[in-house]
């Protein structure tokens, strides 16, 4: 069983940053890709980046280019996202989840899903 463990979230400020981190259990982590998905209060859950297996590859929603970064540390067992100039609509419980499809931006991809952080970005 995976289990999926994200830290990191918080109060910031407008243009300020976070590091999100996702520890995983298990010895299957460096088989995987993984992704980190959102959901802000009376939306659906959205994609927000992906990451191949190996880290050499990457994908990300139009609306955080530029500004997060997905990577991932294969000897920790960990994935985590950097997020730089966050804005007040980046509020959302962020979610990272492993995939069975590569680094899909599509969610039905991802079957083992954490518990969530909680990230607000104050105006």
């Known amino acids: 069983q995976v289990q999926l463990v994200e830290s990191g979230g918080g109060l910031v400020q407008a243009g300020g940053s976070l590091r999100l981190s996702c520890a995983a259990s298990g010895r299957t982590f460096s088989s995987y890709a993984m992704g980190w998905c959102r959901q802000a209060p009376g939306k659906e859950r959205e994609f927000v980046a992906g990451?191949?297996?190996?880290?050499?590859?990457?994908a990300y929603a139009d609306f955080v280019k530029g500004r997060f970064t997905i990577s991932r540390n294969n000897a920790k067992n960990t994935v985590y996202l950097q997020m730089n100039s966050l804005k007040p609509e980046d509020t959302a419980v962020y979610y990272c989840?492993?995939?069975?499809?590569?680094?899909?931006?599509?969610?039905?991809?991802?079957?083992?899903w954490g518990q969530g952080t909680q990230v607000t970005v104050s105006s």
């Open positions: 990451i191949n297996w190996s880290g050499s590859s990457t």
């Open positions: 989840a492993r995939s069975i499809n590569g680094y899909s931006n599509y969610l039905p991809d991802y079957n083992f």
